[in-house]
């Protein structure tokens, strides 16, 4: 490994980016291809973002160690035989027709584009553009029939039952009957077959077939588009025919992966590198599936919270199984804000800071917020908070120079506090008595913050709320401070107890603690 490789900012991009390093002085290649796949039969989702920003940022470490120019395509499986019609589409009885054919075509049931695999093409490019990624996009359907995958098409001809013999210990019994990595495309209906390759013509760029409706023999040219691979030879094939040096993939491909690594070597290429990233949980822990539903859609997390936020927690632990929910936007989006207080305050550039990453380089001057997400909540939640302006005057009387026009950043976070506040802290809020030492130590809170001049600073005041729970018998400091959240919060946790009286107002936590003691 060369020495820039061996000096790497200690993150996972950059050692994934070393990998990759590795393999290129290998290769002696002077361009670093970098793939994201496709399947173009639904919506792109959280799944795909993730994967392509994970990819993203490998490739921002690969450029930051060597220096050497890189590309990133988005490849659309789209010539994909349209296996079920789906169910969130208008026009279903028409699609019915087209069941088997390439998804390049089949009708668009929306009639906005010339295929049903263009329409989701476009959807997914529209995807990736709204996010601001730098990529390529190509489809598979132009790739095959202009001829590009001609080469490695007639490669796997010659090499055919040696790729057989690979995948055959894979299959169940009625699969091995039958299979074959070439997919004919019948000439006369146009459905993707999946029969018994009868005859291999490599010479000729030929397979054999029959029809299994009505027995009439075929001989198709595998090139131009006459025919296309499984999908696991199918990736190692565009793996080969490309010459991809870099591609992640999910845990639950981890066997395809190998599988197709090993048809890659095949055809005589060196399969990319690459890693697998774990998969998401929801909130009971289980696996997260598009068809059950469950789990947290990336338009409702940015309905919440910020995309940066989104970002940090697809960049954290990939390797690592998380659950997808709610409840974890609001960490993540202070975890964020975090990085890019640190990154703000370094005089040069940390390339391990995730803000770097998020960012796509140096973290610029109005990214960050000078108060927290959780802060944003808490006192969402104590003003019972309709509006951006009942949180505003809070703001504005903790510092004057904060508005929506000098923190940009600040203002989205008013609006993501306030739809997250109604939608999941206010119908959980539930607030309790206080007991006899918990009371006394409220009793002590609000007297010793009557005493505190204002403009006293969130450390200070913390200090104070400190030392009040140290007077009081509590079995551990924590219990105090979940006295604060539960008895004036109705929550079980918050931020810093001392910024939330800074930014609340001294005199206005003071009436709060009244309120509650008065209450009980």
Same mark, same amino acid.
């Given at each position: ?25 290998? /290769? ?50 789209? !010539? ?6 789906? #169910? ?134 595998? /090139? ?20 991809? #040096?870099?591609? !992640? ?9 190998? @599988? ?20 998401? @949980? ?31 927690? !697809? ?74 302006? !009942? ?12 508005? &929506?026009?000098?923190? &940009? ?46 403009? /006293? ?26 006295? @604060? ?23 206005? /936590? ?11």
């Amino acid at each position: 490994m060369n020495q820039p490789a061996r000096n790497a900012p200690k993150s996972w991009p950059f050692e994934e980016a070393a990998k990759l390093v590795a393999r290129m002085e290998a /290769t002696g290649k002077q361009v670093a291809l970098f793939e994201t796949g496709y399947g173009p039969s639904g919506l792109p989702h959280i799944g795909t973002f993730g994967e392509v920003a994970r990819t993203t940022w490998v490739r921002q470490a690969f450029t930051a160690l060597t220096g050497l120019p890189s590309r990133l395509i988005a490849f659309s499986d789209d !010539m994909d035989g349209m296996r079920k019609v789906p #169910d969130n589409v208008p026009n279903r009885e028409m699609l019915r027709d087209f069941l088997g054919k390439p998804l390049t075509d089949v009708p668009d049931p929306f009639g906005t584009h010339e295929s049903f695999g263009a329409h989701n093409n476009a959807r997914l490019r529209a995807f990736l553009d709204g996010f601001g990624f730098d990529y390529e996009f190509i489809s598979a359907t132009d790739v095959y029939r202009s001829g590009g995958f001609d080469d490695a098409l007639r490669q796997a001809l010659r090499r055919h039952d040696e790729i057989v013999a690979v995948v055959l210990p894979t299959l169940g019994p009625e699969r091995r009957a039958t299979y074959s990595p070439i997919l004919p495309i019948h000439p006369r209906t146009g459905i993707v077959m999946q029969v018994l390759i009868e005859k291999i013509d490599p010479e000729a760029g030929t397979v054999g077939w029959r029809d299994p409706e009505d027995g009439t023999w075929y001989e198709t040219p595998v /090139t131009g588009g006459g025919a296309k691979m499984q999908w696991k030879a199918d990736w190692a094939m565009r793996w080969a025919g490309l010459g991809v #040096d870099y591609e !992640m993939a999910g845990k639950d491909h981890i066997e395809g992966m190998k @599988l197709s690594g090993a048809i890659c070597r095949i055809l005589g290429a060196e399969p990319p590198a690459g890693f697998n990233y774990e998969l998401f @949980l929801d909130d009971r822990g289980q696996k997260i599936s598009k068809s059950k539903g469950n789990g947290l859609s990336i338009d409702e997390w940015l309905k919440y919270a910020p995309a940066e936020s989104l970002s940090l927690f !697809m960049f954290n632990q990939p390797q690592r199984a998380k659950r997808l929910f709610f409840d974890v936007i609001p960490r993540a989006v202070d975890d964020y804000l975090a990085h890019v207080a640190k990154a703000q305050r370094d005089e040069t550039v940390d390339e391990s800071n995730p803000a770097w990453f998020i960012h796509g380089g140096p973290v610029p001057p109005d990214a960050g917020s000078p108060i927290g997400f959780g802060m944003l909540l808490n006192l969402a939640s104590v003003v019972n908070a309709e509006t951006p302006d !009942m949180l505003w005057g809070f703001i504005r009387q903790y510092s004057p120079d904060l508005t &929506p026009e000098t923190a &940009p950043f600040l203002a989205k976070l008013v609006g993501y506090a306030i739809a997250y506040y109604q939608d999941f802290v206010r119908p959980k809020k539930q607030f309790r008595q206080p007991t006899e030492v918990e009371r006394a130590a409220l009793i002590d809170l609000a007297e010793t913050l009557r005493q505190l001049p204002p403009g /006293t600073s969130g450390e200070a005041i913390q200090t104070a709320v400190y030392e009040v729970g140290k007077r009081h018998p509590f079995p551990e400091l924590k219990a105090w401070f979940g006295c @604060l959240y539960q008895v004036l919060l109705g929550q079980t946790e918050g931020p810093r107890f001392g910024g939330f009286v800074a930014l609340y107002g001294i005199g206005e /936590t003071v009436a709060l603690i009244e309120g509650a003691l008065a209450a009980a």
